[in-house]
C-alpha cells in the first residue's frame, strides 16, 4: 500500500459507502506537504459536495486558474444544477472525446461518463471508460453493464476488479451490486456485504439501501422496511430511499396514502429523476384516456 493511499484511505472509504460530510470533515483534518496528494484531496472533497448537491461551492471556487483536474468537476455541478443547460453541456463533451482524450486524467473519464449515465447513454459512458485501467473507472463501467442488463460483462469487470485490488472497498461495493442485479441465493451474499461494510465504518443511505433491495428481492419485507426508515432517517431526501420505499409500500400492501406520501416527497425532492418523471407521464396518459371515456347526459 502507497503512502498516497494511507494518507487518504478514510476520505475514500467514506465518499465511497456515501459518507459524503464525512468524507469532506476527514480530508479537512489531513495535513498534506505532497502536492499530488493535496490535489487528490480536493478532487474528493469536491465530488462530495456535488453529492450533497451543494453544487454553488464546486462553480464558485473553481476557476480558470484552477489545476486542470479540477476542472471536470465544475462541469459536472454545472450539468446537475443547471438542467437548462445541459444539452449543451453534452454536445461540449461529444467534441472533447471525440478529440484526443488525457487517458490519465481520470477524473475527466468518471465525470465524462457520469453526464453520459445519467444521460442513459450507456454505450458511450462505456466507451469512455474503456481506455482506463483506474479502478474506479473499472466500478463504473460494471454500474454501466448492469443498467443494461449486462451481467455476464460486469461479472467480467468484477474478475478484473479483483485482480487489481481485491481488497478495495470498490471492488466489495461491485461484489455486491453483481450478486444483487443476479438475484436468488446470491441476495444473501450481497446483504452480508453490505452488512460487512457497514458494521466496519458507518451504516449510510447508500448501504442500507443496498440491504433492503436484497430484503426486498428475498420477500423480508419487515427487515427492508427496517432498512430503509433507518436510511430515510440518515438523508429524508435520498431518491434511492424514496424509490424504494414506494416499491416497498406496494410489495407489503401499504395504504395508497403511505405510497403517494413518499411518491409526492419524490416529486418534490427530485423532479426529474426517471421514476417521478415516468410516473407522471403514465399519469398524465391516464388521464387522457379517462376523458375519452367520460359518460355526456
Not at 132 to 139: D, G, P
Not at 213 to 232: M, N, T, V
Amino acid at each position: 500500500m502507497t503512502c498516497e493511499t494511507d494518507e487518504l484511505f478514510d476520505v475514500k472509504t467514506q465518499f465511497y459507502i456515501g459518507n459524503y460530510q464525512s468524507a469532506i470533515n476527514e480530508a479537512q483534518k489531513l495535513k498534506l506537504n505532497n502536492t499530488l496528494q493535496k490535489l487528490e484531496r480536493d478532487v474528493f472533497v469536491y465530488r462530495s459536495y456535488i453529492a450533497l448537491k451543494k453544487y454553488g461551492v464546486v462553480i464558485n471556487e473553481i476557476h480558470g486558474a484552477s489545476p486542470q483536474e479540477l476542472q471536470p468537476l465544475k462541469q459536472l455541478a454545472e450539468y446537475l444544477s443547471q438542467p437548462n443547460k445541459r444539452e449543451s453541456i453534452v454536445l461540449k463533451l461529444d467534441q472533447q472525446i471525440s478529440g484526443n482524450i488525457d487517458v490519465n486524467n481520470h477524473v475527466f473519464l468518471l465525470v465524462a461518463a457520469t453526464i453520459y449515465y445519467n444521460e442513459s447513454n450507456y454505450e458511450t459512458a462505456l466507451k469512455v471508460l474503456h481506455q482506463s485501467a483506474h479502478l474506479e473507472c473499472r466500478a463504473l463501467m460494471l454500474q454501466a453493464q448492469l443498467k443494461m442488463d449486462r451481467v455476464d460483462l460486469a461479472k467480467k469487470e468484477l474478475k478484473s476488479m479483483q485482480e487489481i485490488d481485491d481488497d478495495a472497498i470498490l471492488t466489495q461495493l461491485a461484489s455486491a451490486w453483481v450478486n444483487l442485479s443476479m438475484g436468488g441465493e446470491k441476495l444473501q451474499e450481497a446483504y452480508y456485504t453490505f452488512q460487512e461494510l457497514a458494521d466496519k465504518n458507518t451504516p449510510t443511505a447508500l448501504l442500507l439501501n443496498g440491504q433492503a433491495a436484497c430484503c426486498i428481492g428475498q420477500s423480508k419485507y419487515e427487515e427492508a422496511e427496517s432498512a430503509l426508515q433507518d436510511a430515510l432517517e440518515k438523508d429524508s431526501n435520498n431518491t434511492d430511499t424514496l424509490v424504494n420505499l414506494i416499491v416497498l409500500s406496494q410489495l407489503s400492501g401499504k395504504t395508497p396514502e403511505v405510497c403517494n406520501r413518499y411518491l409526492s416527497q419524490l416529486i418534490d425532492t427530485a423532479p426529474e429523476h426517471p421514476f417521478a418523471v415516468e410516473f407522471q407521464a403514465k399519469e398524465k396518459y391516464f388521464d387522457s384516456l379517462a376523458k375519452q371515456y367520460v359518460v355526456t347526459a
